[in-house]
């Protein structure tokens, strides 16, 4: 059975991971999840979708106590089994929420993997219990329509489209509440988890970075704003990025920038002052090294394009983007009056350097007030919230302490430098079989 | 005399008996328009002649100053004040990247006349320094100039033969050798003032001192928002809006400064600022990223490409990702930008599959929105009410702004405007001009500040300018060299102008956009000339609302006619002008050029109305003038003046009789009539010139009265009638003084203003004639007026006395001895004082400071005429009563404003607002 092997699999490579998650917690996760059999298929939809413009999130849940049947089959009375949380009816489900992302433009990987997990079967059961009725799947993003069809193809399956935005705050606050150790601050290569009363949550301020970028001011379930955005988000960094840069892949684009010297298109403070001046800069408050201009010395000069080192273009587009993003954040919080500004989407993909200029954009704008944060699973917060989107699925008033988590990566080669998100690059394309199309798969476990 | 008409302004002892003194001596009265009296009168006006002299008593509406107009520029600036001049400095830089702007003050020749007519009206108005702020600067002129910073030298050599370094010493007078060069200091700011410095100590020894940046960019806008009536402007979906800020209520705002980055100051007030934020995404980036994925290799290059472009190839967008539909939920659109370039991530194409202006507008559309974006987050968070826009990234460039607009409009949910300077270029400049201790234009006010825009200005575009145009002759061969460049004769201004245009060499974007409007938006900056003996004139009900133009010409259907109008009427005004000059060949060259000059000035408004700033009809009609000044026409309707004030002063006895024959009430309808029949001559009208040619002045005014038959289209003379006769049995008291603005020469003002200023002398009331500075058409000028009530007063004794009495008739030439003069206190004055125009049409913003003092004490104003009453004024609201009188000589006007007829009349009484 591929799914179990994939299991075995994954408990096996976190061991090597360990930097991932960074903690021994992680290592007692995945012993506790050695234990975790899918000998059983939800028939209430356990999977939900994210089908960004370049990537596909999938969040599934494997159950690994059959106790459940009663409460499957008797629907919404059942209070008695699983684990019962004080706040909602709701029972839980004992099981593991699985994690994987995919290229938008491979979606067949994502098909494939799909299929292999079986959790289509799962579908197919549905399908002949409820009757020839077409089994709904949850979905978000832009490509649930775009792919609609395909998936109706494909599995028979509907998407039934969720709003984004609902999806993205339910799955924050879902992350931000249920998982210790959600969120960190990422300053001077420091990373420091931060540990948010969930009674102290509320408001806050959500800035998702996709290809745009969106700002949404949280002020409890189901309860949020968007009160601003931007169109330069990872979109622009990946687009113009690829223009400038031939780099293929968002990532490769994203390793390059490790490597690059802004100061070489960048126009400085310094480089306009030529110290000269020092005393009227430091009377506007900026150093000698902050960036006036982005690019600004792409002016002056007589070279081409060619002329400039891919990675000196692809630190500036990116500390261009996460300077802005940063800025436009820190300004909305300011005037929302909100204290905390959670960056999530798959522009950050835990890649430092984005976290750093973002987080010192940030602190540089609030004169260091205000500290941004980012989410370990902040890729997946709408395909989570899609996910939480399904009436019934008993999670509404999970607590911290009702997960556990384990995050064993499936691909068979972690780049070093990857921290939460294994590659999806050129290695990918190396290996042809099904199991190493799937970008991550982190499981959260439910106990 | 003046006192026992209750004058309160009047308390100077001193200045009274000079008057008497100015009177009794009895000199000849020898009309006004020589200087040569000027010697003269400075020896008669010892102790109060120096201050009023510094107050800069209005030189510059002198007929010999013409300081209106621009035709005097390449002289050497006469100093009027030699000791002053050494602190005026008169030129400041702004050296950037791309551009050197200029800012230079030139003081133009003004000669003081003071005859007596002015130090009487002086003395009984009260205008003197005491009562009024001193004036620490001279009457001048401001010039913008720009130049590419790779043309240096052309700046170099601009500078040296305008003379602009010598700190406008008059060379003749200061011999280069007697003022050390070295000493000179010239104030200059941004980067290129470290770069150059070098190179002008070498080529003009002087020394660039160096003023921050900031600074100067605050006190440029400061100076631009309080002294420039609609220096603002909205810009929204191609349209712009002048926005007219009240000087008080200007602070704080948030001034955006767009260079390779963009700054955010939070202003307070005058040199109180703060650098509040700013973005490192700015103009260096779009041009910096724009030249690595297009080649371009000028930022104008670049901009002018994303003209044809289309962002949707480059950008994601709303529609994009969710299959063409809206995400109405939180209110975006599917041409909503959702990610910038985000398109170029998911194909297999290279840079070079894309199409450069696609590229180049996407860059565009990212950069401006994010500024406006995150300039409109730092305003709501200080909570500023208005955020300006400016620095080079603009350039007057309409998708830029229009781009800075709708991300201000997004995000405030339309609460907030973004707002840019006309003058955007020059913030710097101007700062740096401001930062010299003595300029003395800090507290320079609006009304003081007049802007001219010179016959270059429609072939510059609001772009760079070029080398200087010396003299007259210089400008006409340019005129000529170019119409013969271009291969038009009748339309002098090509809308695709040939590669140069010789006025510097840059080339005028000849494609537009087919996906967005034409750029046509560059917009002009003038010639700010600074008069500081504007006021606004006192008896406005409320200043801040007054809007002088009645035809609002931002609409097309409108802006069309009247150009038409405009132009039909050019070649009979040339053909005036070229008599005017004797006819000589040199008259006919000038008025060539004259013609190609304005109709230039007309084309370049039709394709940009905004281009000089607001525009109304009396700015079009008054720009006519200039430009006829600017080819040294000065009075092209002299001859027919003269003409037809003989010929109506001929039969002003006869029309005297029969109306004195007339009962009270018969008599003051008769006037009224007589006013707007008289009215009907007016050179300005297309259908009058044509009446002229079928008959005498004296027919067609007699026809004229003929057809003369109440009601009248608007006719609240009734009302007017009470007010002067009163109604069962009372009395009311007379107006204290009536300020009449008059129109035309000739019967207008003979027939027509002199019998209704007659009635109300003899009804115990004050007359002032208000009359224009400087010619306009046939309208009477303050100068002539003089001289035609001298001639009237020779058959009317009610006129002799009252002239005598308000210092118009200074000697005893006229040998009737009837007693009268004896009880002379008793007879109220009849004075003439100048307007401070020279326009058919009047803004009452920009009066002179002698029409200002009159008005004081005047309960009752008379507008006669299209262009005071109709064009200009009509919709005004005074403090005082009003009457407005005019025939309509324009079918199209009196159907759009009166739903009625060519030649209706208007006789509108609007007593008091107050």
Not at chain 1, 60 to 81: I, M, P, Q, W
Not at chain 1, 200 to 223: A, E, H, R, T, W
Not at chain 2, 132 to 155: A, D, M, Q, W
Not at chain 2, 257 to 285: A, C, E, P, Y
Request: hydrophobic share 40%; aromatic share 8%; charged share 25%.
């Amino acid at each position: 059975m591929s799914s179990a092997q994939m299991e075995d699999q994954s408990q096996n490579q976190s061991v090597k991971c360990t930097e991932i998650g960074g903690s021994e917690r992680d290592s007692e996760n995945n012993m506790s999840s050695s234990t975790s059999r899918f000998d059983y298929y939800d028939p209430i939809s356990p999977w939900a979708l994210d089908i960004g413009g370049s990537l596909i999130k999938l969040v599934y849940f494997s159950r690994e106590d059959n106790s459940l049947e009663n409460y499957l089959g008797k629907s919404v009375a059942a209070e008695n089994t699983g684990v019962l949380n004080g706040c909602t009816t709701h029972p839980v489900l004992n099981g593991q929420l699985h994690f994987a992302k995919f290229e938008t433009t491979k979606i067949n990987e994502c098909l494939d993997f799909i299929e292999s997990k079986q959790i289509l079967g799962s579908c197919g059961r549905h399908q002949e219990v409820s009757g020839g009725k077409t089994l709904t799947i949850k979905a978000t993003g832009g490509g649930a329509y775009k792919f609609a069809n395909l998936f109706k193809e494909k599995f028979g399956v509907r998407l039934d489209k969720e709003d984004e935005m609902d999806c993205l705050v339910a799955g924050a606050n879902f992350l931000l509440k249920a998982v210790p150790h959600e969120a960190f601050t990422y300053l001077d290569n420091r990373k420091e988890f931060v540990q948010i009363d969930p009674n102290d949550l509320f408001p806050y301020l959500l800035v998702n970075i996709g290809s745009g970028v969106s700002m949404i001011k949280v002020d409890g379930d189901g309860q949020f704003q968007r009160v601003s955005g931007t169109s330069i988000g990872g979109g622009t960094f990946w687009g113009l990025g690829r223009l400038l840069t031939k780099c293929q892949s968002f990532d490769e684009l994203l390793e390059l920038s490790h490597r690059g010297n802004n100061r070489v298109i960048d126009m400085l403070v310094g480089d306009i002052y030529g110290g000269l001046d020092y005393s009227k800069v430091s009377k506007i408050g900026l150093s000698a090294t902050a960036i006036a201009s982005s690019f600004g010395k792409a002016i002056s000069d007589k070279k081409e394009l060619q002329d400039y080192k891919p990675e000196d273009i692809a630190r500036s587009l990116l500390r261009l983007i996460s300077n802005n993003i940063g800025q436009i954040a820190y300004l909305n919080a300011l005037l929302h009056g909100l204290k905390r500004i959670i960056f999530g989407g798959f522009f950050i993909r835990g890649h430092e350097y984005t976290m750093d200029t973002i987080s010192v954009a940030v602190q540089f704008w609030s004169k260091g007030e205000a500290k941004a944060m980012f989410l370990r699973h902040e890729g997946f917060l709408g395909a989570l919230g899609a996910f939480k989107s399904y009436e019934k699925h008993g999670f509404g008033g999970l607590m911290v302490d009702h997960l556990a988590e384990q995050t064993p990566i499936v691909s068979p080669r972690p780049h070093p430098n990857q921290k939460v998100n294994g590659p999806f690059t050129e290695e990918l394309a190396d290996n042809e079989s099904i199991d190493c199309s799937v970008l991550s798969v982190e499981t959260l476990k439910l106990t | 005399m003046a006192g026992l008409v209750g004058n309160p302004v009047l308390g100077n002892d001193d200045l009274k008996g000079e008057v008497v003194v100015a009177i009794n001596e009895g000199r000849k009265f020898e009309g006004t328009r020589s200087g040569t009296e000027e010697g003269r009168e400075k020896d008669m006006a010892p102790a109060a002649g120096s201050p009023i002299h510094r107050s800069g008593s209005r030189p510059q509406l002198d007929v010999s100053g013409a300081a209106i107009q621009g035709n005097s520029e390449e002289r050497d600036p006469t100093i009027l004040l030699p000791n002053q001049s050494d602190d005026i400095s008169h030129l400041a830089l702004d050296i950037g990247g791309s551009l050197i702007k200029l800012v230079y003050f030139s003081r133009h020749e003004g000669k003081p006349i003071e005859d007596k007519r002015k130090l009487s009206l002086k003395q009984r108005f009260g205008i003197t320094n005491g009562n009024r702020r001193s004036y620490p600067i001279l009457g001048g002129r401001l010039h913008f100039v720009k130049f590419e910073t790779s043309k240096v030298n052309e700046c170099l050599d601009f500078i040296k033969s305008k003379q602009l370094h010598c700190g406008g010493m008059n060379p003749r007078r200061w011999p280069s050798h007697s003022l050390p060069n070295e000493n000179v200091v010239v104030k200059a700011t941004g980067g290129g003032a470290y770069k150059f410095a070098d190179l002008f100590k070498e080529r003009l020894g002087v020394s660039l001192d160096k003023e921050d940046e900031m600074d100067c960019l605050v006190a440029g806008a400061n100076f631009l928002l309080k002294a420039i009536r609609h220096e603002a402007f909205t810009h929204m979906e191609g349209q712009k809006e002048f926005v007219q800020i009240d000087q008080n209520d200007l602070f704080p705002y948030l001034l955006v400064n767009i260079g390779s980055g963009v700054s955010m100051i939070k202003v307070d007030g005058d040199g109180k600022f703060q650098r509040v934020s700013g973005t490192n995404v700015g103009g260096g980036t779009y041009w910096g990223l724009g030249k690595l994925l297009t080649k371009c290799n000028s930022f104008d290059e670049l901009l002018e490409l994303s003209q044809r472009g289309d962002n949707r190839t480059i950008d994601m967008l709303v529609g994009d990702i969710y299959g063409g539909m809206d995400y109405s939920k939180i209110g975006l659109s599917a041409s909503t930008i959702a990610s910038s370039f985000g398109k170029t991530i998911s194909e297999d194409k290279e840079v070079e599959d894309y199409k450069p202006e696609d590229i180049s507008l996407s860059l565009l559309r990212m950069i401006s929105y994010n500024i406006g974006q995150i300039s409109y987050l730092n305003a709501l968070r200080f909570g500023l009410k208005r955020i300006f826009f400016g620095g080079f990234f603009i350039r007057g460039h309409a998708y830029t702004m229009d781009t800075i607009s709708f991300a201000v409009h997004f995000w405030s949910k339309g609460n907030a405007k973004a707002m840019f300077l006309r003058h955007e270029g020059f913030l710097g400049a101007l700062g740096a001009f401001m930062s010299y201790e003595k300029h003395g234009l800090d507290d320079l006010m609006v009304h003081q500040l007049v802007e001219r825009f010179p016959m270059g200005a429609p072939y510059v575009g609001g772009k760079i300018h070029g080398p200087p145009l010396g003299d007259l002759n210089e400008k006409i061969s340019w005129m000529e060299k170019f119409v013969q460049k271009g291969t038009e004769i009748t339309a002098p201004v090509p809308m695709t102008p040939p590669g140069t245009t010789g006025l510097g060499g840059f080339e005028v974007p000849l494609s537009r956009g087919d996906t967005l409007r034409p750029d046509a938006s560059n917009l002009n900056v003038g010639v700010l000339h600074l008069v500081p003996t504007l006021d606004v004139f006192p008896l406005l009900a409320d200043p801040k609302i007054y809007e002088p133009n009645t035809i609002d010409l931002s609409d097309h259907g409108e802006l069309e006619y009247w150009f038409s109008v405009l132009s039909e009427h050019l070649p009979d005004l040339v053909d005036k002008a070229v008599a005017s000059e004797g006819g000589t060949d040199d008259a006919k060259r000038r008025g060539d050029a004259f013609a190609r000059a304005f109709s230039a000035h007309l084309a370049r408004l039709m394709e940009e109305p905004a281009a000089y700033g607001k525009l109304g009809l009396a700015n079009l009609l008054e720009l006519r003038e200039e430009c006829l000044r600017e080819f040294q026409f000065t009075d092209a309707y002299r001859s027919i003046k003269q003409r037809e004030n003989e010929a109506s002063l001929a039969v002003l006895a006869d029309l005297l009789m029969e109306l004195d024959s007339m009962p009270e009430e018969a008599r003051l309808c008769s006037l009224i009539e007589g006013v707007l029949a008289a009215n009907i001559f007016d050179w300005g009208s297309r259908a009058c010139v044509d009446l002229y040619h079928k008959g005498t002045i004296i027919e067609i005014y007699r026809m004229s009265r003929k057809k003369m038959q109440r009601p009248w289209r608007v006719d609240d003379f009734d009302m007017f009638k009470e007010r002067m006769l009163g109604s069962d049995g009372r009395k009311p008291p007379p107006y204290r003084r009536a300020l009449l603005f008059v129109d035309n020469s000739g019967a207008d003002i003979v027939l027509g203003m002199l019998p209704l200023a007659r009635e109300l002398l003899r009804r115990g009331t004050e007359v002032v004639l208000v009359a224009n500075s400087l010619p306009a058409l046939n309208d009477v000028t303050a100068m002539e007026v003089p001289d035609i009530v001298a001639e009237a007063a020779k058959n009317c004794d009610i006129l002799r006395r009252a002239a005598e009495a308000g210092g118009l008739l200074v000697d005893a030439m006229i040998n009737i001895q009837d007693g009268s003069k004896l009880d002379s206190p008793s007879v109220p004055a009849l004075m003439v004082v100048e307007n401070g125009c020279g326009s058919p049409c009047i803004d009452l913003r920009q009066v002179s400071s002698e029409l200002a003092a009159a008005a004081k004490d005047a309960d009752l104003i008379i507008l006669e005429g299209m262009g005071r009453a109709i064009h200009t004024n009509f919709n005004a609201r005074f403090k005082c009563d009003a009457l407005k009188l005019a025939m309509v000589k324009n079918q199209r006007l009196a159907e759009n404003l009166l739903k009625g007829n060519i030649y209706d009349c208007v006789c509108r009484f609007e007593p008091s607002s107050i």
